[in-house]
């Protein structure tokens, strides 16, 4: 069956480093790729999404680039922030399901 | 402040009985989705509702019924529960007309029919 698989955290890294957030799928058929993040004491909100191929997503200075020959929706950041501090979920969706990976908790210290 | 709330939290509950979840969201978002969890594999969509209007019923069981009674609110009511309905449901909503994928979840119930 369709799942996702995500790196395991936690993630710890010093202000203005670099972020990679390692996210690869099984699926059937053409799914749509999302990175939802959690905040803490809050629910998921869709951080960016791509719904083809080749689709790059991007929001808040995050990119996630739908690759189909490698089966991967990498997310990567050029310079984190403490307040990216959460904890990140990789997702699928596919045939109105939806599968989420266990999520990366992201510790950004100053 | 909570962006898409639902309540209870956990609800445990007698075979047969009747209950309701709600939900509701603050975001000023136009659709808003009901999602089964049954394992930790995946949320199956239920519902989705797009300014009170139903624009999405999969097949369930007639005995779930939603209802929203204005955009920010889309409650869940199940009748004459049964022990398969025990699982997490989460409340979602977006931004996005008619999109089946949600923005932002709520925390999710966890129903536990005994």
């Known amino acids: 069956g369709d799942s996702v698989t995500q790196m395991e955290g936690p993630v710890t890294l010093s202000e203005e480093a670099f972020l990679t957030i390692n996210c690869t799928y099984t699926?059937?058929?053409?799914?749509?790729l999302f990175w939802y993040v959690q905040y803490p004491g809050e629910g998921l909100q869709l951080l960016l999404k791509?719904?083809?191929?080749?689709d790059k997503g991007s929001n808040k200075g995050f990119e996630a680039t739908y690759r189909k020959e490698t089966t991967s929706f990498h997310l990567e950041k050029g310079s984190v922030q403490v307040s990216d501090s959460a904890v990140y979920f990789c997702?699928?969706?596919?045939?109105?399901?939806?599968?989420f990976g266990s999520g990366t908790k992201l510790n950004v210290k100053p | 402040d909570t962006a898409v709330s639902q309540t209870p939290k956990y609800l445990v509950t007698q075979m047969g009985n009747d209950k309701s979840i709600k939900c509701e969201q603050n975001?000023?978002?136009?659709?808003m989705y009901w999602y089964k969890q049954d394992s930790k594999k995946f949320l199956k969509i239920m519902f989705s509702y797009n300014n009170k209007e139903l624009i999405i019923n999969e097949t369930v069981p007639n005995r779930f019924s939603p209802k929203s009674p204005d955009k920010a609110h889309l409650n869940l009511h199940i009748n004459s529960l049964e022990l398969g309905d025990s699982a997490v449901y989460f409340c979602?909503?977006?931004?996005?007309?008619?999109?089946?994928?949600?923005?932002?979840f709520g925390s999710g119930t966890r129903l536990t029919v005994v």
């Open positions: 699926a059937t058929g053409y799914p749509s």
């Open positions: 975001l000023g978002h136009d659709t």
């Open positions: 979602a909503s977006s931004q996005v007309d008619r999109t089946t994928w949600p923005s932002t």
């Open positions: 791509a719904t083809k191929a080749d």
């Open positions: 997702a699928l969706s596919n045939f109105n399901k939806f599968y």
